[in-house]
């Protein structure tokens, strides 16, 4: 027995969870350099949507937040979400850029790297963890845990030890959908420590409202980190109180040694940003509450907030139940894959088609990226897709049965063709590489915004004098 290690989520999964990734940089550096003062093990601050919304949204680079929140935090590790071969796109993209963009990610601040792939494929892990070692990070490789007739403890175990293997410092059991039970954690997380030597984690999400409890019985069975929420962005579809948690195993074997007057310093900061949130209508109401067919539906929390934002502009709302219900079922028919970006968005979206189009039937609108999700695009799927299916899918199409980035070629070098009428960073060239058509809009924006405060600016012939 040991103190259980923290990792704090309110820079990155929690928002990501609760409020469609939209937390500000600017809402983050006031509480910084108190979160450095705690002694979390990590704060999870960066990846996952982050970079996205950053770019698409909020008119922020993502390059400058890792700095920025890396400035304020001296002590504690920063940790970033990685897809694998998706880095934190939506597709597959050449080793080339995921190990630059591995590197670039390292050099800017972070110091873990918690990969994962959603169809816990791992040829898709492979280019990554090696660059990942190779610029001297820690390797967390995530398994993505869900249920499904193909899916046992024995097997995730069995995967856990092929990332250790493979180079992976720390393994994390990724429930992304609050998915797994109090009594399944304590003999999931048993049967993987009797399989690795590394530290495992565990990330589980409050949605079906049994997180607290899971969390609990995993650290009985000897889990040696678990991640967490601040208590104003906690629960719901988003993670179990920090504080709540600290107070749990105060003087117990397990003693986070974590300062709860500490944690109310946080609480108040993040209360504010909450209440903002509420006001403004970021934070809806449905994923603040606990949903227990999630454990049917297997839907994350950031899925669940697109899914409700999708139907709320197709005026469908009332729609919602429905289209959950088409989740289980799309998921099914394409191998049940775990639920987690991109399949999340892939199945969610069809499931969504296949509820507010089907005049004809189901897959009468059939999505580009399902039908590379059907055909092997993204890597193997958990279970055989019935053939008739398939073919039903994406007809005479070559089924891909090889690793996919095998056959994508070097990206860089036409990327750095792209991006030099744009670039003021090496690292523009990784936005421009997994979000083209956004990340050039930003630029012309930063570029329009020096202007604006370069009282010397010409706008006529171009020249500025920053």
């Known amino acids: 027995m040991s103190k259980v290690l923290i990792t704090e989520t309110v820079l990155r999964d929690a928002h990501q969870s609760l409020a469609a990734t939209r937390m500000t940089t600017e809402e983050m550096v006031p509480i910084l350099d108190e979160m450095d003062k705690v002694g979390y093990y990590s704060l999870e601050a960066w990846g996952g949507a ?22 304020h935090v001296k002590n504690t590790k920063l940790q970033m979400l990685f897809r694998g071969q998706n880095i934190l796109g939506y597709r597959h993209y050449a080793d080339d850029v995921v190990e630059y963009f591995v590197q670039k990610s390292i050099a800017n601040g972070i110091d873990i790297i918690r990969i994962f792939d959603a169809l816990n494929d791992a040829r ?22 869900t249920t499904s007739p193909f899916h046992t403890n024995e097997g ?7 990332l250790e293997e493979m180079g992976a410092n720390s393994i994390c059991i990724k429930d992304m959908s609050g998915l797994l039970k109090p009594y399944e954690a304590y003999q999931l997380v048993k ?12 990330h589980c999400h409050y949605t079906a409202g049994l997180g607290s409890m899971t969390l609990l019985k995993a650290i009985e069975a000897g889990v040696d980190g678990v991640d967490t929420a601040i208590s104003p962005l906690a629960m719901g579809t988003s993670h179990t109180p920090t504080e709540a948690l600290v107070a749990t195993l105060q ?9 709860l007057a500490a944690l109310d310093v946080i609480a108040k900061h993040f209360n504010k940003i909450r209440e903002n949130y509420i006001a403004s209508g970021l934070i809806d109401p449905k994923v603040l509450k606990v949903d227990v067919n999630a454990l049917r539906y297997q839907v994350p929390g950031g899925m669940l907030s697109n ?13 919602l139940d429905e289209v959950l219900e088409e989740v289980a079922n799309v998921r099914a ?5 775990p639920l987690v970006t991109p ?28 039908k590379g999700l059907v055909r092997g695009e993204y890597g193997r799927c958990p279970a055989a897709i019935d053939d008739d299916f398939k073919r039903k899918i994406i007809g005479d199409d070559d089924i891909i049965d090889y690793r996919p980035a095998d056959k994508i070629a070097p990206e860089i070098d036409s990327l750095r063709e792209r991006v030099e009428p744009y670039r003021e960073q090496d690292e523009d060239l990784l936005s421009l590489a997994l979000f083209e058509q956004v990340a050039i809009k930003f630029f012309e924006w930063r570029k329009q915004q020096k202007y604006k405060l370069d009282s010397n600016a010409d706008p006529a012939n171009g020249i500025h004098t920053i």
């Open 333 to 337: 028919d394409a191998g049940f894959p």
């Open 156 to 162: 995730f175990a069995q995967y856990a030890k092929q």
């Open 124 to 145: 898709n892990l492979e280019t990554a963890i090696k660059a990942t070692i190779k610029e001297g990070g820690h390797v967390q490789a995530a398994i993505s845990y």
């Open 343 to 370: 399949t999340s968005q892939i199945v969610g979206t069809q499931a969504v088609n296949n509820v507010l189009f089907n005049e004809d039937g189901r897959y009468s609108r059939v999505t580009k990226e399902f």
């Open 191 to 202: 049967t993987i420590k009797n399989s690795v030597k590394v530290p495992v984690h565990l």
């Open 251 to 259: 003087k117990t074997p397990y003693d986070t040694g974590l300062d």
């Open 307 to 319: 899914l409700i934002s999708q139907l709320k502009m197709a005026g469908k709302l009332d729609k």
């Open 50 to 71: 982050t970079f996205d919304s950053c770019l698409r949204f909020l008119h922020e680079d993502p390059w400058e937040r890792l700095r920025t929140i890396k400035s």
